[in-house]
């Protein structure tokens, strides 16, 4: 007998949401308070460093680094007003403000504001490793630039993968960019024109629906998914899914995924299909029918699985994985496969339960053993 269901409906949403109130039990990660810099004692240190009294201005040479804080400024050549707070910089200027830093040939700059001009520079933001590269740029904020004509992209190198270049270009970190006669670029290789873009520029995950994935086949019809990103908190986060599919049905799933740190993070997956074809032995559903399994005269099919790695105690870690369904060897492809998963071997599809579990420890590094049970196109 396969479980029964009320009203043959699995309850995904209640599921979705024991896992969501599981996520609320994480550890939380500690939030540092900001510094002020209109508090900090700036330091400079160079070969050469003069100081003009009646302005209250230092000006230094060679080899000049100033620090303040999180930030450090280095130059060749430095004026710094400690009234003002301004600073300008010229020759292998590199700016560093936290995890950000500026590379220019020139710079006047407020450390106090984090505001200023740049010349012929570059500026990388760590979260979201974007790359902003203009001959002429602005600071205007502390997450705000813009530029009269530049390049944005988040790839590392002289020859980025993707860009976009434009003129006008505005920059809000955590918000949009906007800029005219915008061109994509693939390489070298201009790819698409716009004579105005707006674009997201998010160093953090943000809830919201993802791309959709449409495709057709003989057994399943067309099918459309449509899956919906939720960031539940730092550390945790999940994604539902409504597949639909003219033949079959619609399916729902939800996806659960938190990180403890870079060794105890897994995921759960909820699928559930109330299926419009059958196998009862006639010829009206023989198409629907497997070779290896008897026949499937019930629609509800489900499939639950788990998969982890886990610190442990005395430098070990752990990996463990957990799987369950009445009818998996004709729901596998139709869901989302666990990373490391292979279907070694095919069981039969009246199995009311497979479930498989391990648990290994090792010093130093993590094992992680996944076996998969029955693969066949739904």
């Known amino acids: ?43 400079i240190s160079a070969l050469k460093v003069t100081y003009d009294k009646p302005r209250d201005l230092y000006v230094a040479e060679n080899e000049v680094v100033i620090t303040g804080g999180k930030t450090r400024l280095e130059a060749d050549y430095l004026e710094f007003s400690n009234k003002t707070k301004e600073a ?30 740049i010349d012929k520079g570059t500026i990388f933001v760590q979260e979201g490793n974007y790359y902003i590269t203009a001959d002429t740029l602005r600071k205007t904020g502390k997450f705000t630039y813009d530029a009269k004509q530049g390049s944005i992209t988040t790839c590392n190198g002289d020859t980025p993968d993707w860009k976009i270049t434009g003129k006008n270009i505005k920059v809000t970190v955590e918000g949009h960019g906007t800029a005219s006669h915008t061109a994509l670029w693939a390489k070298n290789l201009p790819i698409l024109y716009s004579p105005y873009l707006i674009f997201p520029v998010k160093t953090k995950r943000q809830s919201g629906l993802l791309l959709p994935d449409i495709s057709s086949s003989d057994r399943t019809g067309i099918e459309v998914e449509q899956p919906l990103f939720l960031a539940l908190s730092r550390n945790t986060d999940a994604t539902l899914y409504a597949h639909y599919m003219s033949e079959r049905g619609l399916k729902t799933a939800g996806e659960f995924r938190y990180a403890l740190d870079d060794h105890s993070k897994g995921m759960m997956i909820l699928d559930f299909l109330e299926d419009d074809k059958i196998d009862n032995g006639t010829s009206a559903t023989r198409e629907y029918s497997f070779g290896t399994t008897p026949q499937r005269t019930n629609t509800d099919r489900w499939w639950f699985r788990m998969k982890g790695d886990q610190t442990l105690p005395y430098a070990l870690r752990g990996a463990w994985m957990w799987m369950l369904s009445p009818m998996l060897t004709t729901f596998w492809n139709s869901g989302t496969a666990l990373p490391g998963m292979t279907p070694p071997m095919t069981i039969s599809a009246r199995s009311s339960a497979a479930a498989w579990m391990s648990m290994t420890a090792t010093s130093g590094k993590t094992v992680s053993s996944c076996h998969g049970l029955g693969q066949h196109p739904i």
């Open 1 to 43: 007998m396969y479980p029964a269901f009320p009203g043959k409906r699995l309850p995904l949403t209640a599921a979705f949401v024991v896992l969501c109130l599981l996520a609320c039990h994480m550890p939380a990660f500690a939030v540092t308070a900001k510094e002020d810099p209109r508090q900090v004692s700036w330091h």
């Open 88 to 117: 300008d910089a010229r020759g292998n200027v590199l700016f560093i403000s936290g995890g950000d830093t500026i590379s220019c040939n020139a710079m006047q700059m407020n450390l106090a504001t984090e505001t200023g001009s």
